[in-house]
């Protein structure tokens, strides 16, 4: 899976309950990504961050929350506020030079809120 | 919006016969990228087409671009079981900025 790994696999969280998704890359990426996929569906931006203490909403940002004080770093709390949690959560890294952005993908972590 | 659109939504061939797959997009564009996903994983990416790109090609896939009709085509050949994923397509406007995936083919390659 490209360097980046995801954890937990599978998450199970309770109405009302904020959640933390871990995403960690070692190919010294400046850009991460975080996609949310329904069943049956492409991907939905949530949060990106080009650099460091630096990131920027995407399409689907309500409920969600996202820090980056590390390079390697870009986690992603669901908060009680997001309504319909329960998706598949998808990080991903581009390097961002030389014209070079293709996204290197981590394996996906499953929320679901019981 | 620049969504890449794929067609068809789903696929079912024999192995050994080629898949075609198609995206449209709806603005200008600096390049375009198909990216694989097997169920329930992440997203693997095959191949990087730029706009002033008409064709590429990467061992068994085959990508093309036309820019005027602002649609992409991606050919498997000789396909396999393994190809069997889900297959997407990601509009890059450039440097700095993001993609937007569409909803992605479901190949399915029956032995």
């Known amino acids: 899976d490209g360097g980046i790994t995801q954890s937990p696999k599978y998450l199970f969280r309770k109405e009302g309950q904020n959640v933390t998704l871990s995403c960690e890359q070692n190919l010294n990426h400046d850009a991460m990504y975080w996609y949310r996929q329904d069943p049956g569906q492409g991907l939905r931006l949530i949060y990106y961050s080009q650099i460091v203490n630096d990131f920027q909403k995407g399409d689907i940002a309500e409920g969600y929350s996202v820090s980056r004080e590390k390079k390697e770093s870009f986690p992603l709390t669901v908060t009680s506020a997001q309504k319909n949690p329960t998706a598949f959560y998808l990080c991903?890294?581009?390097?961002?030079?030389?014209?070079?952005?293709?996204?290197?993908f981590g394996p996906g972590t499953r929320l679901t809120v019981l | 919006s620049q969504q890449g659109e794929e067609d068809p939504q789903a696929l079912s061939i024999q192995e050994g016969e080629n898949a075609t797959m198609n995206c449209s997009y709806k603005t200008s564009i600096n390049n375009l990228q198909w990216y694989r996903q097997n169920s329930g994983r992440g997203l693997v990416h095959l191949i990087l087409?730029?706009?002033?790109?008409r064709e590429k090609h990467s061992g068994r896939l085959r990508v093309t671009l036309d820019t005027s009709k602002k649609s992409s085509s991606l050919l498997i050949t000789a396909s396999r079981a393994a190809d069997t994923a889900s297959y997407f397509c990601?509009?890059?406007?450039?440097?700095?900025?993001?993609?937007?995936f569409g909803p992605g083919t479901r190949l399915s390659v029956l032995p």
């Open positions: 990601a509009t890059g406007k450039g440097e700095g900025q993001n993609f937007v």
């Open positions: 991903a890294s581009s390097p961002r030079w030389r014209g070079r952005n293709e996204q290197f």
């Open positions: 087409i730029r706009s002033n790109e």
